[in-house]
Nanobody, 119 residues
Framework: QVQLAESGGGSVQAGEFLRLSCAIT????????FGWFRQTPGKRRERVAR????????IDADSVKGRFTISQDSANNKLYLQMNSLKPEDTATYYC????????????WGQGTQVTVSS
């Protein structure tokens, strides 16, 4: 069964960095797009970044452009989100997700990891 498990969240000060990891099991990379999403209470889940089947990268949240990067390590079945120059508004629960054949359904999710940025 496909599984995604995030780690690396925590509490930091504004301006600091974190790197989130997502362990991916039982999922052939070549069939899926992968992405990072975030959500705060009372707000819609927002897609932050994604990697396509061809390895193409898209940073989808305007507020993180220039600060966040997404990458994957196919050999070790890991997805990463490098978050630099963190701001209090980046505080959220972050989720990694997989989208079969990049069809836009995003049917596979991790349990989420909390990121808290204080000023």
């Amino acid at each position: 069964q496909v599984q995604l498990a995030e780690s690396g969240g925590g509490s930091v000060q504004a301006g600091e960095f974190l790197r989130l990891s997502c362990a991916i099991t039982k999922m052939p990379y070549w069939k899926y797009c992968f992405g990072w999403f975030r959500q705060t209470p009372g707000k819609r889940r927002e897609r932050v970044a994604r990697i396509g089947i061809d390895g193409s990268i898209s940073i989808d949240a305007d507020s993180v452009k220039g600060r966040f990067t997404i990458s994957q390590d196919s050999a070790n079945n890991k997805l990463y989100l490098q978050m630099n120059s963190l701001k209090p508004e980046d505080t959220a629960t972050y989720y990694c997700a997989a989208d079969a054949l990049c069809g836009g359904t995003w049917g596979y999710w991790g349990q989420g990891t909390q990121v808290t940025v204080s000023s």
